[in-house]
């Protein structure tokens, strides 16, 4: 059974349609990336699935008992509060000693244990987020945007550690990013977002759909480098995956789903 199944999903805010009829599931230990443009509902959808907005229509079926933590794209702390980072980690709820140190060496971050949260840099708050979250034992680890503002060696760092979590906890992990060359080596799959699922599949799936190549073009630091390196045979890229749309190799064939709303 899956984690979550999101069922023909639509969300309106302030009288604006932000998501329609979204369906897609999340299974036990993979990762998923959601790609799209600024204001395509990504955000929006994490909420939903968190359960911090409701649907207007269709279902968020989550499997029972469901643990997620969930990794705010940013997170505003008083600088003048003087709080370190161990007692921050017991806030709302107070955790052992013993847990907070598992936490923080899972993510690289054991030396910061008596640091203040204000002093940290930009990596080394977003991994005391990531300790955070794991804190729940989460079945589900949820991250927005979580390497914004990381530079490429902060970032690859941060997604190591994710990697691991991953292994360690048996988690599976939905991301949202704009680092698309991080993304396609590192998810398993990729759903890309525009009010409703343009495209969704195995990086590669996504990466070759007219509808992606509409929102990102084609400079996606390889990645279609990639694809065309790897899969320069004909096949059907919609097999195994969902594709809402033609993929056959023949431009003029391919159906486009893809409008913007
Ligand atoms: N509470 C709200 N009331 C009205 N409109 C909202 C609300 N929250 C979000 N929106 C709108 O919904 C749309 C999707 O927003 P969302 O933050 O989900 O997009 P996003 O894909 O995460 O964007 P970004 O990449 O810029 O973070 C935007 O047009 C936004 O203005």
């Known amino acids: 059974m899956s984690l979550v199944a999101l069922n023909h999903v639509g969300v309106t805010l302030g009288g604006r349609s932000v998501l329609t009829d979204v369906s897609f599931e999340i299974n036990t230990g993979e990762i998923v990336t959601i790609v799209g443009p600024n204001g395509s509902g990504k955000s929006t959808m994490l909420r939903v699935i968190i359960g911090a907005v409701p649907p207007n229509s269709g279902s968020v079926t989550r499997k029972a008992g469901l643990k997620i933590g969930y990794v705010p794209q940013k997170l505003h702390i008083d600088p003048t509060l003087p709080m370190t980072v161990r007692r921050f980690l017991s806030l709302p709820r107070r955790v052992s000693d013993n847990a907070a140190d598992m936490a923080l060496t899972e993510t690289g971050a054991g030396h910061l244990h008596d640091r203040q949260m204000a002093d940290l840099s930009g990596g080394q708050f977003q991994r005391v987020l990531l ?100 899969h320069s045979h004909t096949h059907d890229a919609c097999d195994d995956e969902v594709c809402d749309h033609d993929h056959t190799h023949a431009p003029a064939h391919h159906t486009h789903h893809g409008d913007r709303p």
Not at 141 to 158: C, H, K, N, R, V
Not at 196 to 211: L, N, R
Request: aromatic share 6%; net charge negative.
């Open 131 to 230: 300790a955070r979250a794991l804190l729940a034992k989460p079945d589900l680890l949820i991250l927005d945007e979580a390497t914004q503002g990381l530079d490429q060696p902060g970032s690859a760092d941060f997604y190591d550690h994710i990697d691991r979590v991953r292994r360690d906890f048996g988690c599976a992990v939905l991301m949202v990013s704009h680092e698309l060359h991080v993304v396609m080596a590192a998810s398993d799959r990729v759903i890309c977002l525009n009010g409703h699922v343009c495209c969704q599949g195995e990086p590669e799936h996504v990466a070759s759909a007219p509808e992606y190549r509409a929102l990102f073009g084609t400079g996606t630091h390889g990645a279609l480098a990639l694809y065309r390196h790897e």
